[in-house]
């Protein structure tokens, strides 16, 4: 049933409205591209820009074709009611497939939710599993709340300098973002022995 919507919206560009006009059919995203509006946070606004014309092939990519970034939206849509019927447990459903195959944006996210408990109970051990996960795949805004969580004293220190090296390497033009990572660094480094800090300063943790 899905497959044939998604054939029917395509063929939908190619019929007239009802004023006689062809209708203006926005083109499904390529990866890339949602990818980007991910990482900026801008997934949901899209679609609302897009008049919520996109639903049904969203839907069938998410669940029939699995594509990782399109099961994340899939989720953020059923979980916050955008341009579908609000569904939280369908869309953390959906959020943990597209985390299950790595998205480090999921990952993040899911963290983000256990550890401030938004649409669950605060839970520091999942949030700092999916956290770790995430920042070790580059996700800057993983590497930070887990920054802020082990400085108040949560995680094993046992962890400590394999997240000092990541954010230490890490990169960004954000001169705010940039001085954050500076204190959390400082605070951090006084949770280890100097020689462990210049070792993960190397990246030999």
Not at 72 to 99: I, Q, T
Not at 169 to 183: A, E, N
């Amino acid at each position: 049933m899905r497959i044939i919507l998604v054939f029917l919206f395509i063929l939908s560009s190619y019929l007239p409205s009802a004023f006689g006009a062809k209708l203006n059919v926005v083109q499904i995203y390529t990866d890339d591209v949602l990818l980007d509006l991910i990482k900026e946070n801008k997934h949901l606004s899209q679609m609302v820009i897009d008049e919520c014309q996109l639903v049904q092939d969203i839907e069938a990519r998410a669940v029939i074709a699995s594509k990782p970034s399109f099961q994340f939206l899939w989720g953020d849509m059923l979980a916050f009611g955008v341009c579908v019927k609000k569904n939280v447990p369908l869309g953390l459903h959906y959020m943990r497939e597209s985390a299950d195959q790595g998205l480090a944006e999921a990952l993040e996210q899911l963290g983000r939710y256990y550890h401030v408990g938004k649409f669950m109970q605060p839970d520091i051990r999942q949030a700092i599993i999916f956290l770790k996960e995430a920042a070790s795949l580059n996700n800057l805004n993983a590497q930070i709340r887990l920054a802020q969580i082990y400085n108040s004293g949560k995680g094993s220190p046992l962890d400590f300098p394999e997240l000092y090296a990541q954010l230490h390497h890490s990169v960004t033009d954000d001169k705010k973002i940039h001085k954050k990572i500076g204190y959390l660094l400082a605070d951090l480094a006084e949770k280890m022995p100097e020689r462990v800090v210049n070792a993960a300063k190397k990246g030999k943790y």
